[in-house]
């Protein structure tokens, strides 16, 4: 199962909205077919092994990392091939969660009379498909909050100014985050303060789509993001609905997507059900502090990626999240599944905010 895990991952970032998934088929000890779902609307990760096998599949054993699906999508079901090519066995890392197979793609293979195992490496198998399971299952986006902060955490200075805090290396990590998600999103002061394009440009990878969260239309028409070949790619969210104001935006091409007000500014959680429905699986949210604090109080961030960079800049400066009144340590909010790794000089910590409805 760690082959096809790895080979999954080669599809991260081009599969939404399908899942990513990796396949081997395996014969007498050695491996025959092997392939991944590379992007959506083109043939699965079962249907590459298979071609890749031919006849010699028949009485193999096939690793895949998802339950093989038993609905026709975009392509037919992947049992019907499984089942015709004469394969012995299959062994799934975990049961699809799209309520349209759950189970029903093992249970066809097994009426056809193939063994079936679930379960194997299934934690490494969810890891590699939370933006699928979370919007199959709930609705919504899975969220990643990246910000670059210094070792006194901040992620700007008193001015607004943040560039640069983090290094190279983390920065092109970024970008490759960037070209993970389906969209990228910013509250309307990081545009005006920072005047960001973020595009995909230190890796190679498709651009996200890019949302404005900006609930008066402050957004000048006159930043770098409202203009090229990518403004169409554009969303901003707001909570002002006359047609007269959103014009002003439209004819850059970017379109308004207008949301229920919630203490005035636009709510974050009608916002990712819209965006859900639009088929947005996963978001990176690049800031800033009142945005993210916003979004993290109101449990909608499922993932942070910090970046330490080795600078202090002292007590002024813009926290990562923009959360007032907890007075006691008791009533922190805490972080849980964190890990620790170097990037360049910076140091790149990952943590989940605890209690965020990872769906189980
Ligand atoms: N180091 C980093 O990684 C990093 C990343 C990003 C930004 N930054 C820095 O962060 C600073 C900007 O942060 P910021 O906190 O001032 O601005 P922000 O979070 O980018 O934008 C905040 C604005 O977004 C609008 N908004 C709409 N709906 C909202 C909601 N539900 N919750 C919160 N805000 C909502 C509000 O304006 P309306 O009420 O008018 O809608 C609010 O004033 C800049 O200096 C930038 O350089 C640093």
Redesign the pocket.
Known sequence: MKRPLALARKGIGRTSPNPVVGCVIVRDGAVIGEGWHRKAGSPHAEIHALKMAGDAARGADVYVTLEPCCHTGATPPRTDALIRSGVSRVIAGMRDPDPRVSGGGLAALKQAGIETVCGVLEKECRAVNLPFIKHITTGLPYVTY????TLDGK??SIT????W??GDESRKHVHRMRSHNDAVM??????I??NPLLTVRHVKGRNPVRII????L?TPTTVDILSGPLAHATII???EDDPAVHRRYLQTGVSVLVCDP?E?????RDLLEKLGRLGIQSILL??????????LTRGLIDECVF?YAPKVIGSDG?SPF?ITGITEMSHAMAFTDLSVRRMGHDIVVTARPEGTCLPA
Do not use: Y
């Open positions: 990246k910000c670059a902060m992620i700007a607004g100014e943040s560039r805090i983090s910013v509250g309307v002061d990081t545009i303060a920072d969260v900006d609930s008066r402050r969210a707001c909570t919630r005035g500014r636009v709510d974050l690049e800031g800033g502090s009142r945005l993210a604090g916003d979004a970046f813009f923009a």
